[in-house]
């Protein structure tokens, strides 16, 4: 099955949930949407995998992203969804960039150790930091879809339906990433880093490109 057909179908069971959802439980709604939250931090890890790599720590960029969201809603009164979510990406993407610089020299079991060290240390900041709601947490304010104010019953479908937009987007550029020279690149690492060398091309530039990429995309955080 070609990879158009798939979308074809992804997007067409998207519409039927979203055509559905007046009659869904909130709670179904809900966990829909964490799904799809998750399987763009699965879609990073997935380039990981092309390249032979293992990482233990995308939570760090989905936190990145999600505290991103509140913060801008709750001190900035930035309610919009639409710049949240871009704004969310590219937190993740600019603490991956930064990351990647370390984690990129490092392969196998020590790249895994590596971004998870990260993720721990910002799980203890965040713990220890009264100021971000700690262990708590803190409330965010509704937001708003182009200017649209969706009123409570439509709220968790409208979310979802910005998680399936970004879920079709992110796999839509993966995809074409895959196929093309970079893509290429990850499988030869994987098989044979020396050798991939050795013809010129860069395996620490690749493999922070895709720790780029998976921190963007989960950075993407639907409220």
Same mark, same amino acid.
């Given at each position: 099955? &070609? ?82 979510? *871009?704004? &969310? ?23 895994? *150790? ?19 709601? &700690? ?89």
């Amino acid at each position: 099955m &070609s990879f158009d057909k798939t979308i074809q179908r992804l997007a067409l069971v998207l519409i039927l949930i979203l055509v559905a959802s007046p009659f869904i439980p909130q709670w179904a709604l809900f966990m829909l949407t964490i799904v799809s939250a998750n399987g763009l931090v699965v879609l990073g890890l997935m380039l990981f995998l092309r390249a032979g790599l293992v990482s233990f720590g995308q939570a760090l960029f989905f936190c990145t992203g999600a505290y991103t969201t509140g913060l801008l809603a709750l001190k900035l009164d930035l309610t919009e969804m639409t710049v949240l979510i *871009l704004a &969310s990406g590219i937190t993740g993407g600019l603490m991956a960039y930064l990351l990647g610089f370390l984690v990129a020299r490092y392969r196998g079991i020590f790249f895994g *150790l590596l971004s998870l060290a990260f993720s721990m240390i910002l799980y203890g900041l965040l713990a220890k930091t009264e100021a971000l709601g &700690s262990t708590d947490g803190f409330n965010v304010p509704a937001v708003t879809i182009f200017g649209w104010l969706p009123d409570s019953d439509m709220t968790r479908a409208a979310i979802l339906g910005m998680a399936f937009v970004m879920i079709l987007i992110s796999t839509s550029f993966v995809n074409g990433l895959l196929k093309g020279p970079r893509g290429l690149l990850l499988t030869a690492i994987r098989d044979n880093e020396i050798r991939a060398e050795y013809m010129g091309a860069s395996a620490k530039r690749t493999i922070h490109l895709i720790y780029v990429i998976a921190g963007v995309t989960s950075g993407f955080v639907e409220q």
